[in-house]
């Protein structure tokens, strides 16, 4: 049985007002557990409204979510339960810090669990080491952070709830190319150690690469789904809904373009790398 | 959602009635309510509905969104409407069971009383509905100028109150933002004891003040980056001005209160 399983989902905004959208459309998706998915799509394509379904945020006007094959919005329980299991850290999640300390910041999601005293702390202490946040200054003010720490602490937060399913709504958006490395890193890391399944919302292709299916959204609707080689195959398709490439992927079109024979499918800079090594080995064109 | 909420919301368009300048509106939007008060015939109130209906019609504005403007209100006209029928003293007996008596007075008073309420309701509505908040402010503040001769500090209350204005959505939205990203960590903030249930409000109300600081701040620093230094000497962008349009609406609506006045004379 897949891990969630999206029935028909839609959801209209201000319905009866002159402001009415569509936000979702009829949308049908199952997500196994496991992976790692990535969610693409421009501006105001509906990224945001779906995930907050998956946790019972938002309610449907139309269609439903099973969680391992249970209606999540059957009832208050259901919904409250599911927010334990599928765990969603929004965009710019360092604004709902608000506890005095970062560790009583990221108890807050086991507290309301109702975990015992001891297990709260053993959490606390696995999601700050994962997202790399050091112990010595869980005594510090998350508001004394800089805007770096404090996206971790948050999404700490969301970790010691221990999810099932971990949504992040761009997760490295404002991050440096470093910490953004650093993060998803730890991140792939958390997931593998876990056992978890992670959906990451972002339009950073290079990030959207890594994970092993892609889901690109427009206008509220599914445009394409599937691995990363089959959707980047698409690429008039990405182009014209206004997304763009990974930059190995330009790189080896515009390659192409000059006469150099890099093979398809080409979308890492590793995988570039290594077909341009190759063609020097074979003595190819000069580059 | 918290952004449902239609209370005083502006439905942008360009109708005549949006395009009126707010002046006119604000004026008379006052006048109508004055109005409303002489009415005391059914002839009255026909002639007021009709005037409302026409208006919302050229405006665009569907009946719909009038009556879901009057929803949170249903209260308090529910309640007009009981408190006149019961307790209007008169000796034309309707009907009476033990010690309720309902008179026809009585009667008379609770539908007046309630189509009065609504009436004034839908009518301000109209205003907000097609004017625009920055341009009810500005309005405002023209209208209120003369006070500043009095030592009124009109300009600094319609900054004021421009600057709440524009924030009201913001603070909206950050509200609903901040309720969802608790909720995510698992926030109950709907069942519990009431001591709970305000203790649970505090990792919503803590973030929000911290923000609406920060947002505070920021403005601040943004309006002397750009040498704000009050309201002496300002010019504008956007001129008021009145046109052909606002003399019509003045006389339509002079037109109205005459009606009234003949309506009332009249007893009709
Ligand atoms: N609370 C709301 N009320 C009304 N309309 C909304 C609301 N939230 C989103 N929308 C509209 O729904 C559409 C989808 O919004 P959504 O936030 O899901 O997009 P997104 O894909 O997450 O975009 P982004 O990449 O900018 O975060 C947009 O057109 C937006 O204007
Ligand atoms: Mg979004």
């Known amino acids: ?287 | 959602m918290l952004k449902d909420i239609t209370l005083g919301q502006y439905f942008p368009g360009d109708t005549v009635v949006h395009r009126l300048d707010p002046r006119t509106k604000l004026i008379l939007t006052v006048v109508y309510i004055a109005a409303l008060f002489l009415v005391n015939t059914w002839g009255g109130y026909a002639l007021v509905i009709a005037a409302l209906a026409a208006v919302t019609a050229v405006a665009h504005i569907k009946p719909r969104a009038m009556l879901r403007g009057l929803k949170p209100l249903v209260f308090i006209i529910v309640f007009t409407g009981l408190l006149n029928l019961f307790f209007t003293r008169g000796d034309d007996v309707l009907f009476q069971w033990r010690f309720i008596h309902i008179t026809y007075t009585g009667l008379n008073r609770a539908v007046s009383m309630v189509l009065r309420v609504m009436l004034l309701v839908s009518g301000t509505f109209l205003l907000t509905y097609t004017t625009s908040p920055l341009a009810i402010t500005d309005g405002l503040e023209r209208l209120l100028s003369p006070l500043n001769k009095l030592h009124v500090p009109v300009y600094e209350l319609s900054l004021m109150m421009c600057i709440a204005l524009r924030f009201i959505p913001t603070l909206i939205e950050e509200t609903d933002r901040i309720m969802s990203a608790q909720k995510a960590r698992g926030a109950d903030l709907e069942t519990g004891t009431l001591p709970e249930r305000a203790k649970a409000l505090l990792p919503l109300l803590i973030p929000l003040f911290i923000s609406a600081f920060r947002r505070a701040d920021e403005l601040a620093l943004a309006m002397e980056c750009r040498c704000y230094n009050g309201g002496q000497g300002r010019t504008r962008m956007k001129e008021l001005r009145m046109a052909g349009r606002d003399a019509v609406a003045f006389i339509l609506g002079g037109l109205l209160v005459a009606g009234i006045l003949v309506l009332r004379r009249l007893g009709i």
């Open chain 1, 1 to 287: 049985m897949s891990l969630i399983e999206i029935r028909g989902l839609t959801h209209v905004y201000s319905r009866g007002t002159p402001f009415e959208k569509t936000a979702i459309d009829n949308i049908n998706l199952t997500i196994e557990a496991g992976g790692a998915v990535a969610l693409i799509g421009h501006t105001g394509s509906g990224k945001s409204t779906l995930i907050s379904h998956l946790n019972a945020l938002l309610k449907p006007d139309s269609g439903t979510v099973l969680l391992d094959g249970e209606d999540i919005f059957a009832s208050k329980a259901a919904m409250r339960a599911a927010r334990f299991r599928v765990g969603v850290v929004f965009q710019y999640p360092e604004y709902q810090l608000f506890e005095e300390t970062v560790a009583a910041d990221i108890a807050y999601g086991p507290k309301n669990l109702k975990l015992p005293q001891e297990e709260i702390g053993r959490r606390v202490r696995e999601a700050a080491a994962f997202v790399g946040f050091p112990e010595d200054r869980f005594d510090r003010s998350p508001l004394e952070l800089s805007g770096g720490q404090k996206r971790r602490v948050a999404i700490a937060g969301v970790l010691a709830m221990e999810p099932e399913l971990l949504v992040l709504d761009e997760p490295t958006a404002g991050l440096d190319p470093a910490g953004r490395e650093d993060l998803l890193e730890k991140l792939f890391a958390w997931k593998n150690a876990s056992g978890g399944t992670i959906l990451l919302v972002t339009h950073d292709m290079s990030i959207a690469n890594r994970c092993d299916r892609l889901i690109v959204m427009e206008e509220g609707r599914i445009a394409l789904d599937g691995t990363p080689e089959a959707v980047f195959a698409h690429s008039d398709k990405l182009l014209s809904i206004g997304l763009d490439l990974p930059a190995a992927a330009r790189i080896a079109g515009l390659l192409r373009e000059q006469g150099v024979a890099v093979p398809q499918g080409v979308y890492a800079i590793e995988q570039l790398a290594a077909a341009i090594l190759a063609l020097r080995g074979k003595g190819g064109a000069p580059c």
